[in-house]
């Protein structure tokens, strides 16, 4: 699986590069800034792109920028921004095209090796990863403001959040240290709580969800 | 410093400046004015002199005699001293012609023959100024047509009646103007003249206590002495010929004395009540506007301005104070209902539809408000300049002081981030430094599995301090605010809070100054907390607009309100951003009505 990595802090971008090739990735290039991370794609088509949201030249969100770019060019490419902190905003934006080969994760996400580099391949393999910090940021919100939300089990909850972190029913299952048919049990009872029409497709699940929750 | 504290002391004491009159050296036209006022002053001191020179002074009735170039030269005096300080009021003009009609009186005791026709045409004249200058004080003019009728009254009375006594008899003064001898047709011809004199006299006398009746206390003070003496003098010149002469047996050099001594007086009490004030005049709004065309450094204060040229010494200027909606008089002081009593006037000054203070005045010293609102009209402009003057000087005062808060503020963020950094930071990476080292010295010891553990561990409380210090970082310059703007980190912060909130958005990111933004973030960050920490509020409503060039943010919640202002260090520091930027701040945070923060910045 080829990646490009975008990240202009040089320790960081190495210790990438060394996490995502000790991972099974291919490493085809490390770049610095914003531009030289498109014209990288461009020339690598590259099936992942991790990159970080902050960059030269003004260091704000031109990564967010790139990304939605490569997003809208390079529809075999898959991208993960990284960043030091995550808000919902940022998150809508990324899914606002479509689902799928997308993530947005806290950058500390990375010391945790192995959960970082399964969401790399669930984002690669045309997956979704939004942080955990978004999606309990918005559950909690949902919980305030949504009755539908508020009387759903602490159980459900769990569910509702991991579903909108883009897990797979095995995933979530293997989470919770449940039986994959009882999550099937649980998401298709918050589906009826919150009137969302069953899905089988993950990623329009996952969707679903995230619009049911960032509604106002 | 020390430079900006002597520059405030001459401010200050340029205010306390005393009042100058409207002296020369202040606008050509003034200095015309002034020319002349010395020309009418050379050319009177030279009729002085030529009755000196001409009137018969070593004769028998010298001491009559003597007493014309005196009254004319009083009576000039009197008169360019009342104009010269009263240039708009008509007084000073008629003394000085009352002091024509007396130098006529000489001239008709020279020996020159054309100078003795006018004088005996005259004779009668200053009676009927001395009723003209009754009649038309204090302005100078004549308000009524029964008072116009009746000063023509007099002048006739004093030039046509007149004539009988010099034309018909024989043994008359000018005896190129006799046409027949005649002396019972003189004779009847001067009864008739007393007889319309005394009418005038009586009507003068009732239109003066009419006056009296309508004047005030404080304006009786004035009137009555006046009137009284000017009606005795009309008296005295009128009857006292026939009546002092036959009842107490006078000669006429005595009687000619008393009249003359009767009329002496009159310009002094004219000039002396015109100057003195007491009695509302309006010509001299003129005077006013002269004085705020003088230059600024030797104005002095409005308000003795005011009560010099509105006669009414009690006169103070009040200035509105727009943020606390009151009256603040010249030291800051606020205005009590009882300072606004009762016979206090209050003439509202506006400025282009904006009130900006008021002038109370004596009701019984100025019975006509019209003047006061005139005289409002004329200050309305320097009473502003006053009034932000005043409002520049304690805006100063308040800059310093907000400026030396702004530093104490940043000291106090820094010292919050290092102790935050200290207590918690430090103390976690000490200990998780510690576990490692541990962990180090525990190899080969333990199996591989309690290793994994240990090292799992020891990531997790990693991730944690990495957690904290992103807050931290976070609390200090929020990562979105710097991405995209207000509106997208005002977003983030509503997104976290625990309590239902709702966020109104009316601003576009960049619209406002980058200050700007980081400024309305941390207030509404500020309100926020408050609200977590203090309010038990059910409900927030966070409301960003931009309006009007400025940005208005408002944080409202339906908690138990009571929140302190400035006295909360966090409201404190939210309203010294705004003075920053030159904002404005409104807490209202009753008891039970939750809080309400309404701040207003610019944003162009």
Known sequence: MRVVIGEDEVLLRRGLELVLGGGGFDVVDAVGDARALEESVAAHRPDLVVTDIRMPPTFTDEGLVAAARIRAQFTGTA????????????????????????????????????????????????????????????????RLSDVAVGRLTARQQEVLALVAEGRSNASIA?????????????????????????????HRRVLAVLHYLNQE | MARTDSSTEAVRGRAHTTLRSPGPGHSPLRRSFDRALLAILVSGLLFAVLLVALLPLDGPASGVLVLFPINLVVYLLAGLLAWYNRPSNRMGALILLAGGAVFLGGAGNTEIPLFVIIGTIGA?????????????????????????????????????????????????????????DAPGLAEAGTAVQSAVGGAVLLLTAGLLAIRLGQATGLERRVLVPLYGYGIVAMA??????????????????????????????VPVAFALAVLRGGV??????????????????????????????????????????????????????????????????????????????????DEALMPDPELARTASRVVAIALDRERLTAELRSSRHALQLSRERLVE????????????????????????????????????????????????ALRRGIDDAAAELRGLVHSVMPAALIQRGLSAAAEDLVDRMPIPTTLHLGVVDGECSPVVESVAYFIVAEALTNAVKYSEAQRIRVSLV???????????????????????????????????LGGTLVVDSEHGQGTHIKVEVPCG
């Not at chain 2, 003129?286 to 010494?313: N, Q, V």
């Open chain 1, 79 to 142: 991208v993960v921004v990284l960043s030091q902190h995550v808000q919902r905003r940022y998150a809508v934006e990324l899914l606002s095209d479509r689902a799928g080969g997308v993530g947005y994760l806290l950058k500390q996400r990375i010391a945790d090796v192995d959960t970082f580099l399964e969401d790399l391949r669930e984002v690669a393999t045309g997956g979704t990863a939004i942080d955990p910090d978004i999606v309990a940021m918005m559950v909690a919100r949902a």
């Open chain 1, 174 to 202: 293997a989470r919770l240290f449940l039986t994959e048919k009882a999550v099937v049990q649980h998401t298709s009872r918050i589906y009826d709580a919150l009137s969302l029409p069953v899905n089988s497709d993950a």
């Open chain 2, 124 to 180: 009668s004249l200053p009676l009927a100024v001395l009723v003209h200058l009754l009649l038309a004080f204090p302005t100078g003019e004549l308000r009524g047509s029964l008072e116009r009728f009746t000063v023509g009254a007099g002048y006739v009375t004093a030039v046509f009646l007149q004539m009988p006594s010099y034309m018909l008899s024989a043994d008359g003064p000018a005896p190129t103007l006799i046409i027949t």
């Open chain 2, 236 to 265: 005295v010149l009128l009857f006292s010929t026939r009546l002092v002469r036959t009842l107490l047996d006078w000669g006429p050099e005595a009687v000619g004395i008393l009249q003359l001594s009767a009329f002496l007086g």
């Open chain 2, 280 to 361: 509302a005049r309006t010509g001299e709004l003129e005077e006013l506007g002269a004085w705020l065309g003088a230059a600024g450094d030797e104005k002095p204060a409005i308000a003795s301005a005011l009560a010099r040229t509105l006669g009414d010494p009690s006169i103070e200027v009040w200035f509105w104070v727009h943020g606390r909606s009151t009256f603040v008089d010249v030291d800051g002081v606020d205005i009590s209902d009882a300072r606004s009593g009762e016979r206090r006037g209050l003439e509202v000054v506006e400025l282009d539809g904006r009130l900006i203070g008021a002038i109370s005045y």
């Open chain 2, 409 to 456: 503020a940043a000291d106090q963020e820094r010292r919050r981030i290092a102790q935050d950094m200290h207590d918690g930071l430090q103390v976690k990476l000490v200990l998780l430094a510690l576990e490692a080292q541990q962990m180090a010295g525990a190899t080969g010891l333990g199996s591989g599995d309690q290793v994994a553990i240990r090292a799992t």
């Open chain 2, 546 to 580: 931009r309006r009007e060039a400025s940005l208005h943010i408002e944080v409202s919640d339906d908690g138990r309100g009571g929140a302190r202002t400035p006295g909360g260090s966090g409201l404190l520091g939210m309203s010294e951003r705004i003075d920053v």
